[in-house]
């Protein structure tokens, strides 16, 4: 490692170890420096008065004291020759570093009979739970041996084992670090990461973030020269939008590089790889999210989107639908790297579907009412509508609901469940506008003025070039109070509302025109009242 990186990381740690609480039980090692040193123990904690009497108990006392940094109680578990008696605490530190850094110890498959097995071809005062490989590159054993002390019988590292010690902790590439760690930071944290191996990993988080967005600049950068030379240009938007994903996956890239440096145990390396792992799901999750998106956008510049209302209002919801699934994948995808059982997480959610039944109904019912718009498109963005007593244009068409503005200017919501039951009328979608009225003349004309007035009517809307031939109706429609009335029925080859106003407007006029030149007049409801009274001179004489 680099004596810079190492100087850096031991000045961060120092500082780490002295602002940090030391707890009471930290021993004192001879060949480090006091500076890194926690303060020596009044008085070790003590080896339980029943001491294991199986090798699978006394390596997971050895560890478990050694782990917490009681080295002086777990040389008790070391058999010393005499050319290392009064080394037993530093022993006990580097056998515990170098088992877990080149030999983790399954405790599951060490003997737990008193008697070690019987079937491994070794004399039965020995039991031998690993190998390591030494300076020759050949693997020599990690074994216990069984001794008879003043206490009883104790399972204990043999002389051989503690011999080699030595050797194998010089073997360790992070020997140097190690040496210079402050005992307290070597202590387990969550996920069997060491307190300093926690301390580096969040230190080196944002410089690896630095570095992975300079990389994911670099790449973009020549990915778009290569894309600039061809024809399409989704390609390009693409790449515009990857800016996020490509740093994330430089810095994943860079995380795994700098991994094999920590020097981290085996569960502790199976999490980072497993958080790398979940890393990765989610920056090729945020790669496709951003690919729906750009999808999304190209298709509604294409020509039979920009052409047809339906096809882009089906596409916004079909981008908006697929990154909530792009989403939803990328979570479970995620949750099943860390080790979490998502077939566990999806059979709590069938489980809970009562709850959700009640709890989350209105929500799964806008939901699905929002698929049912999608697909039967009874309405799309822009359209003049009207539901119910709501009439105006719609403005959004979302998951949970739709949006409609009012002639008024006023917005009303209608969530998507109701609004898939309820009759919804168009007027984006007829291909003519009808014009219909009744003209009430006054009585008192004469048939063949009325005869005028009908023909006049007929030739003006047959005249008007938007006029749909196929039918207009004028005709004399009844005898009504207090008029005579014509109905005028018409329909006119436009979509568009404002220009059949003018139509409208038009043709209205002319018929007041035509009214005027047959000399007839329009009707206004009225009441004649005959009197009779003792004045006139058919009266009946009073009596």
Do not use: C
Not at 166 to 184: G, H, M, V
Not at 248 to 270: D, E, I, K, Q, S
Not at 358 to 374: D, P, R
């Amino acid at each position: 490692m680099p004596s810079f990186v190492l100087h850096s990381l031991t000045v961060l740690l120092g500082l780490v170890a002295v602002l940090a609480p030391a707890g009471p039980a930290t021993a004192q090692l001879p060949g480090l420096p006091k500076a890194f040193q926690g303060p020596i123990a009044p008085t070790p904690t003590p080896v339980p008065d029943v001491l294991p009497d199986s090798p699978r108990s006394a390596v997971a006392e050895f560890l478990s004291l050694a782990r917490a940094g009681q080295y002086v109680a777990a040389a008790r578990f070391l058999d010393l020759p005499a050319a290392l008696e009064g080394r037993g605490p530093e022993l006990a530190r580097k056998l515990r570093l170098v088992l877990d850094t080149k030999d983790w110890i399954d405790l599951e498959k060490i003997s737990s009979l008193p008697g070690g097995h019987d079937d491994d071809g070794l004399p039965p005062e020995l039991e031998e739970i690993g190998s390591i490989r030494g300076l020759t590159g050949k693997p020599e054993p990690v074994r216990l041996a069984k001794r008879i002390r003043s206490e009883g019988a104790i399972w204990v590292f043999s002389r051989s084992t503690v011999a080699r010690i030595p050797a194998w902790y010089e073997d360790l590439f992070n020997r140097t670090l190690l040496d210079r760690i402050p005992t307290p930071l070597l202590r387990p944290g969550p996920q069997e990461l060491l307190w300093w191996q926690w301390i580096v990993v969040l230190a080196l988080l944002y410089p690896a973030w630095l570095g992975g967005r300079l990389f994911g600049w670099a790449s973009r950068k020549v990915l778009l020269k290569l894309a600039a030379r061809t024809k399409t240009v989704w390609d390009d938007a693409l790449l515009r939008r990857m800016r996020g994903p490509f740093a994330l996956a430089w810095t994943l890239v860079l995380l795994r590089a700098g991994l094999p440096f920590l020097g981290l145990y085996a569960p502790a390396g199976a999490f980072a790889l497993q958080a790398l792992e979940a890393g990765t799901i989610l920056a090729f999750f945020w790669a496709t999210l951003r690919a729906v998106t750009v999808a999304g956008d190209v298709l509604a510049e294409a020509p039979w989107a920009t052409a047809n209302a339906g096809a882009r209002s089906f596409l916004s919801f079909s981008v908006t639908f697929g990154r909530v699934f792009v989403i939803s994948l990328g979570a479970l995808g995620a949750l099943a790297a860390l080790g979490i059982p998502v077939n566990s997480v999806l059979a709590g959610l069938g489980i809970g579907g009562v709850a959700i039944a009640f709890a989350a109904q209105k929500t799964v019912e806008n939901f699905f009412g929002a698929i049912s718009i999608g697909v039967d498109q009874p309405l799309r963005v822009g359209d003049y509508v009207k539901v119910g007593d709501v009439l105006g244009n719609v403005e959004k068409i979302g998951l949970r609901s739709t949006r409609i503005r009012t002639l008024d200017r006023t917005l009303v919501t209608i969530p998507n469940g109701k609004l898939a039951d309820m009759q919804i009328e168009t007027f984006a979608e007829r291909d003519r506008i009808r014009l219909a009225t009744t003209l009430t003349l006054e009585y008192g004309l004469t048939a063949a003025q009325l005869r005028e007035v009908v023909s006049g009517v007929e030739a003006l809307l047959r005249a008007h070039p938007k006029t749909w031939p196929d039918t207009v109706v004028v005709r004399f429609l009844a005898f009504a109070n207090s008029s005579l009335d014509i109905e005028v029925m018409a329909w006119f080859q436009t979509t568009d509302f404002a220009e059949f106003r003018d139509i409208r407007q038009e043709l209205l006029i002319g018929i007041m025109e035509i009214v005027e030149r047959a000399g007839a007049g329009f009707a206004f409801p009225t009441r004649t009242v005959h009197l009779v009274g003792p004045d006139r001179p058919d009266a009946p004489a009073p009596r």
